[in-house]
């Protein structure tokens, strides 16, 4: 099981102040008015966590703007990095739903027993 669960990737900067235009990979867009926090990742396990000051949405996109991010030059290298959360800000699922990241690598068996 995975301990992340990504709700976004970051697509470029947004303006000169800091800002990033996200694509959402969550079913729910409006969950990131709900948080306070997101995890960064920088690859090779490196993370960083920021603080979400503002989220706007611009027609399939998300805008974030985090603390102490004031610059456009500080978030040019985070082009195409994953933005996750833990699992326990995860919205809770119904009966018989799953978390993609959940399924992948499991068998997968037809009504006939075939796998």
Same mark, same amino acid.
Do not use: C
């Given at each position: 099981?995975?301990k992340?669960?990504?709700?976004?990737?970051?697509?470029?900067?947004?303006?000169?102040? %800091?800002?990033? !235009?996200?694509?959402?990979?969550?079913?729910?867009?409006?969950?990131? !008015?709900?948080?306070?926090?997101?995890?960064?990742?920088?690859? &090779?396990?490196?993370? &960083?966590?920021?603080?979400?000051?503002?989220?706007?949405?611009?027609?399939?996109?998300?805008?974030? !703007?985090?603390?102490?991010?004031?610059?456009?030059?500080?978030?040019?290298?985070?082009?195409?990095?994953?933005l996750?959360?833990?699992?326990?800000?995860?919205?809770?699922?119904?009966?018989?739903?799953?978390?993609?990241?959940?399924?992948? %690598?499991?068998?997968?068996?037809?009504?006939?027993?075939?796998?």
């Open positions: 099981m995975e992340y669960l990504r709700v976004g990737v970051i697509t470029s900067p947004h303006g000169v102040r %800091g800002a990033v !235009k996200v694509y959402p990979t969550t079913d729910d867009v409006m969950r990131f !008015k709900k948080l306070d926090k997101v995890i960064l990742d920088l690859g &090779r396990g490196e993370t &960083r966590e920021l603080k979400i000051r503002q989220v706007k949405f611009f027609k399939n996109m998300v805008i974030l !703007k985090f603390d102490g991010v004031d610059t456009m030059n500080e978030v040019e290298g985070w082009r195409q990095k994953d996750l959360i833990t699992r326990d800000q995860a919205i809770p699922l119904e009966e018989d739903e799953f978390f993609i990241t959940d399924l992948i %690598g499991l068998n997968v068996v037809t009504d006939e027993g075939e796998t």
